[in-house]
């Protein structure tokens, strides 16, 4: 017992020891996210693509000729162990931190950031009172806001699909719910159509065959999904399976080659909204090759925008020639820089300007955008 | 009415499925009065062995049927081996102490396993072959039963009557039986109970693994989590239906599965577990021992 | 000696086959390539191997220690000794206490930041002892109360701007009401269907919380929760972290010595009584319908205290911070500490959350330690870390 007790002090000596001062040749760049858990399908690949662009920059002799640390946080996507890891991150002294994951745990992180003075650049967090409320300016994103991706849906569903009856389902996670919410405001304020079903799913759920029977009873013209691709898998194939042959449109979570992989010969004909296409970008093209041969596996989830962030960071500091907030924050504001989504720069309220989303739909196996 | 008989296969099937995962907990709960939280993760190691399994085949170039067999096999056969390391490892050494401290190391082993198929797998989804055949005959029915569901209703019910045949009538029912009334007693009259206790683990896990890959090819999709969800369903069901009892554990599973949907096709989806939650608590309170349990009067 | 290695063979031999498929083989199906990953086996034969000799090792230890106490000759620790006997217990309590004191002033402010959720961890331990150490009533859904509280002070500073100060007694007591109409409809259930209908309960909140938007806004929850003011002064977040530190620190003492008054009481009496023999208990003339339900409401108070705080620590709440995996771990943090002991509890809820915060080092690893650690803590020391002392006189039927 006493062992215990012995353990726990050298633990909290060690620890305290550990706790660094402000160290002179290297910069530190927090990456937190979802590392473990349910959701640590969306959080790692960040750490993968900050891990190869730092490597890369490492290798050229440093980011403004020092070396560039990693210092992971895990928040699980939870609010409270993500305020924890955001101080955890101030009291590391790091300069700049990429994530978090979940807009819900970005939302409880960011107040600490903001009075630390530490830019935050999100790959995924999509929530637009992140950007719109005005309440962050050390937030910035690689990624469009729901309310810009629902409101492409609701024309592409308006002119070009034409649908009078809309059915909206969502995962009643923050992301999928907001996203379907959204969609519902934009199709009652335009009104030509009319939401004839709006409800949640319970996620992880082992069998949506009622909540199809549900859709198909209310007879919509489409059926418009928010939340991520394992749900919509499910949902997708159940309808097909049941004989009902409507179209399908969801969000960037769905717009993912898993959710190909996975919904297999049902994937077909789904539309998705996602980040413009890239897949011709070469910088894209070369950051997936990059992550191939370091981790021997295809990127997952945000892995773009990850690095996309990455890249307009360490950008920034370049240009900024220091790791000071305010110049740092400025330069991110100025200067365009070319990452694997495109070329961009953010705006005032810190979303990326060049970054934008068009409609894909599956068509044998891949992904294809629609112009409309 | 078409509409009541759509939702009526719909929770028939989702039922079954609930069903046959809570049949393993219903056993070794029977036997030892443990809830096995872990029990959802040996269903979900049975899914992982199986794509792993039916993957190699897939890429040997196996036909679609053997591949579904040697699949389930080899998912019964690591589920039953982890269900077994399981009960050596944390109940085990456990037993004759306060009735919560297997619990704590029930919680613990679920999010050991959880960890231990993340680091060594993937923390993705990843799809699940569609290892059951298509049904011709039922193709007319399909808007109301697809082939997958009819597979796992199927087979739900030739798992309870084996389960049932098994405990009535055999020796090693009846050593069951024994060890579940009074282990002290069973073990005077020759019941090798740590034996007893195995197999029932052996056997709630091989069940598991059946559902994992009977789950697995309806889901058509699998990750490191899908036993913790499933897990505290299948729990719910056992509870409703009267824990320890077999067929009250399939009656549960089909009760819940029943409100879910129509919850959901009469009402709302956002609710559904709500509505699984409201009923568990009303039954529970006009029958404290669920629907099949036998209220037993407390010994004093 | 040659016995064991013949067994610790078998057990390596046992994981190796065991950990095979999932540890060693990946299947790349788009690629159609299999993945062949040796080097794991290797790694797990030699570990279980190494591992077994300490696991009997361990066993073999408990078995004996089990015996010698058995024959009446067991010891206690050193530790139990100390912790019992006021003369060095009460010295060493002094120091804690002043380590605790000076924490803030001595770590950086992370480390002040996680153990405040630490601290909150030890009221809400204590909270649940009450319930499931004291009355013995295993409660799965005790997460409910905490976010009736955390939601109670958001919400009615959302609407009303109800400051910290007036929600911690309000949040508290709604939380006990909500314990209260929890209580009634469980009082005829005993055990593990008890278990199941908290667990139903916790979960029902969490999906209200989640689906009623008008209410509670939903999945996206709530932000810019202010923190606690001194007296109308707003402090800034490394000011406030340390008032708040020192606010749960008091909280805390508060919790621990009215749950220590409360064990000794007449009410603490019959709820170990009820925890017992429940009939024996109401032939004593106990009131068992008054007995339960105060424990649900004293139980349920806690929670919400912690829950209130909880909100104001981290300015955001949303229903995800209130799923059942969080009530297993406060209950895991009783049965850890011993049940119905104070000092276990507070013992276990700190290294219940600190140990994962601390193993951040071995990131990835970081859960399958933690789960690892829980199933070794239980069987090596099922009594719990320290266990309570009214043991002692407890009827064991195993011992006849």
New interface residues.
């Given amino acids: 017992m006493k062992k215990i007790f012995v353990l726990i002090g050298a633990l909290f000596l060690v620890l305290s020891l550990l706790t660094p001062g402000s160290c002179g040749d290297v910069i530190k760049i927090g990456v937190a996210g979802s590392h473990s858990g349910d959701l640590a399908s969306y959080g790692l690949p960040t750490v993968n693509a900050v891990k190869l662009v730092a490597d890369n920059y490492n290798k050229k002799g440093g980011l403004l000729g020092k070396k560039v640390e990693i210092l992971t946080g895990d928040d699980q996507c939870k609010p409270e162990l993500a305020t924890n890891v955001a101080t955890k991150m101030v009291s590391d002294g790091v300069v700049a931190v990429i994530g978090h994951i979940c807009s819900g745990a970005t939302k409880a992180a960011l107040p600490i950031y903001k009075e630390a003075k530490i830019p935050v650049i999100s790959p995924s967090a999509t929530n637009p009172a992140l950007t719109q409320s005005g309440q962050y300016p050390n937030f910035f994103r690689t990624i469009a806001s729901d309310d810009a991706q629902a409101k492409l849906d609701v024309e592409f569903i308006l002119n070009v699909l034409k649908a009078k009856k809309v059915a909206i389902i969502h995962d009643k996670g923050d992301y999928g719910k907001g996203f379907a919410t959204y969609a519902k405001k934009f199709i009652k304020k335009d009104g030509r159509a009319k939401v004839v079903l709006f409800e949640g799913v319970t996620p992880g759920g082992v069998d949506y065959s009622a909540v199809v029977q549900k859709i198909k009873r209310k007879k919509p013209d489409v059926v418009v999904f928010g939340g991520y691709h394992p749900e919509a898998s499910k949902i997708v194939s159940t309808m097909r399976k049941k004989g009902l042959k409507i179209p399908f449109i969801s969000d960037d979570g769905v717009k993912d080659i898993t959710f190909i992989k996975v919904a297999g010969k049902y994937a077909e004909d789904v539309y998705a909204s996602g980040p413009k296409d890239i897949s011709k970008n070469p910088l894209h093209i070369k950051a997936v090759e990059e992550h191939k041969k370091v981790f021997g596996s295809d990127p997952g989830a945000f892995f773009d925008n990850a690095y996309s962030a990455a890249l307009a960071l360490f950008n920034a500091i370049e240009k900024a020639g220091s790791t000071d907030y305010d110049k740092v924050t400025k330069a991110l504001r100025t200067y365009y820089v070319d990452t694997p989504v495109g070329k961009i720069k953010f705006d005032k309220k810190g979303d990326a300007e060049g970054v934008g989303f068009s409609v894909y739909q599956v068509q044998n196996g891949k992904f294809v955008e629609i112009k409309f | 009415m078409d509409y009541f008989f759509e939702l009526f296969f719909s929770g028939l099937s989702k039922g079954s499925i609930y069903a046959l995962i809570a049949l393993g907990y219903t056993m070794v709960y029977g036997i030892i009065e443990l809830i096995n939280f872990a029990h959802g993760e040996i269903y979900m190691i049975g899914a992982f062995t199986a794509l792993i399994i039916s993957g190699i085949l897939t890429i040997l170039g196996f036909n679609k049927i053997s591949i579904l067999i040697l699949a389930t096999i080899g998912a019964v056969i690591y589920s039953s081996a982890y269900g077994f390391t399981v009960e050596k490892i944390a109940y085990k050494p456990l037993r004759g102490s306060s009735r919560l401290s297997p619990l704590i190391s029930a919680i613990g082993m679920s999010i050991f396993l959880q960890n231990y198929v993340l680091l060594a797998q993937t923390p993705n989804f990843v799809s699940f072959p569609e290892l059951i055949p298509e049904i011709k005959w039922l193709e007319p029915y399909s808007s109301f039963l697809g082939s997958t569901d009819f597979v796992i209703i199927v087979t739900t019910a030739i798992v309870l009557v084996l389960l049932t045949i098994l405990i009535k009538f055999t020796k090693i029912g009846k050593a069951m039986r024994a060890t579940a009334q009074n282990q002290v007693m069973a073990a005077l009259v020759g019941v090798n109970v740590d034996k007893i206790i195995s197999v029932t683990f052996i056997i709630g896990s091989g069940l598991a693994a059946i559902g994992g890959v009977l789950i697995g090819s309806h889901v058509g999709q699998i990750n490191f989590y899908i036993g913790f969800i499933a897990g505290i369903k299948a729990f719910t069901a056992a509870v409703l239906g009267g824990i320890g009892s077999i067929p009250g554990a399939v009656l549960g599973g089909l009760v819940l599965g029943w409100t879910e949907s129509f919850g959901t096709g009469y009402i709302s989806s956002d609710y559904e577990d709500v509505f699984a939650f409201c009923l568990l608590v009303l039954i529970l309170i006009f029958r404290p021992a669920g629907i099949l349990g036998e209220s037993t009067q407390q010994k004093v | 000696m040659f016995e064991e290695i013949k067994k610790s063979l078998k057990v390596s031999i046992?994981?190796m086959?065991?950990?095979f498929?999932?540890?060693v083989?990946?299947?790349?199906?788009?690629d159609?390539?299999?993945?062949w990953r040796w080097k794991?086996l290797i790694l797990v034969g030699i570990g279980s191997f190494f591992l077994s000799f300490i696991w009997r090792y361990l066993?073999e230890r408990?078995a004996k220690k089990a015996k010698k106490e058995e024959m009446g000759i067991g010891q206690t620790?050193?530790?139990?000794k100390i912790f019992n006997n006021p003369k060095y217990a009460k010295p060493l309590y002094i120091i804690f206490l002043l380590f605790i004191l000076a924490f803030p002033f001595?770590?950086?402010?992370?480390?002040t930041?996680?153990m405040i959720?630490a601290l909150i961890y030890v009221m809400l331990g204590l909270g649940l002892n009450i319930v499931?150490g004291l009355a013995g009533l295993?409660d799965l859904g005790y997460v409910a109360f905490y976010a009736v509280g955390a939601y109670s002070y958001a919400l009615l500073n959302y609407h009303f701007h109800i400051n910290f100060w007036l929600a911690l007694p309000i949040g508290g007591l709604l939380a006990a009401i909500f314990g209260i109409v929890l209580g009634f409809?469980?009082l005829?259930?005993?055990?593990?269907?008890l278990?199941?209908?908290t667990?139903?309960?916790g979960?029902?909140i969490r999906?209200?919380l989640?689906?009623w938007?008008e209410f509670s806004f939903?999945?996206?929850?709530i932000?810019?929760i202010p923190r606690p003011s001194l007296f109308g002064i707003n402090l800034?977040?490394?000011e406030s972290?340390i008032f708040i530190y020192y606010l749960i620190v008091f909280m805390s003492i508060i919790t621990i010595f009215v749950v220590n008054r409360l064990q000794n009481s007449r009410l603490g009496r019959a709820w170990i009584a009820l925890r017992e023999d429940?009939?024996?208990c109401q032939a004593m003339g106990i009131d068992k319908t008054k007995t339960k339900l105060t424990a649900f409401a004293l139980g349920a108070t806690w929670a919400g205290f912690g829950g209130v705080i909880?909100a104001a620590?981290?300015?955001?709440?949303?229903p995800?911070?209130f799923t059942?995996l969080e009530s297993?771990i406060i209950?895991?943090i009783v049965?850890?500490g011993g049940?119905g002991s104070i000092q276990g509890v507070i013992l276990a809820a700190?290294?219940m959350i600190l140990l994962p915060?601390?193993l951040?080092a071995f990131?990835?690893?970081?859960?399958?330690i933690?789960?690892?650690?829980?199933?070794l803590?239980?069987?090596?020391r099922?009594?719990g870390?320290i266990p309570s002392s009214r043991r002692k006189y407890e009827y064991d039927p195993?011992k006849r």
């Avoid at chain 3, 001595?106 to 480390?111: G, N």
């Avoid at chain 3, 939903?218 to 929850?221: C, F, I, L, W, Y």
């Avoid at chain 3, 933690?370 to 199933?375: E, H, L, Q, T």
């Fill in positions: 046992w994981f086959f065991l950990t498929p999932i540890m083989i990946k299947v790349n199906l788009t159609k390539v299999i993945i794991n066993l408990k620790s050193i530790f139990l001595i770590f950086s402010m992370y480390q930041n996680i959720s499931v295993l409809p469980v005829r259930l005993r055990g593990d269907y278990a199941i209908v667990l139903g309960f979960e029902i999906l209200i989640e689906n938007d939903g999945p996206s929850g932000s810019n800034g977040v490394k972290t429940e009939i024996a909880f620590k981290t300015t955001f709440i949303n995800a911070s059942f297993a209950l895991s049965v850890l049940m700190l290294i915060e601390y951040r990131s990835d690893y970081r859960m399958l933690f789960g690892a650690s829980m199933v803590m239980m069987v090596f099922p009594e870390l195993t």
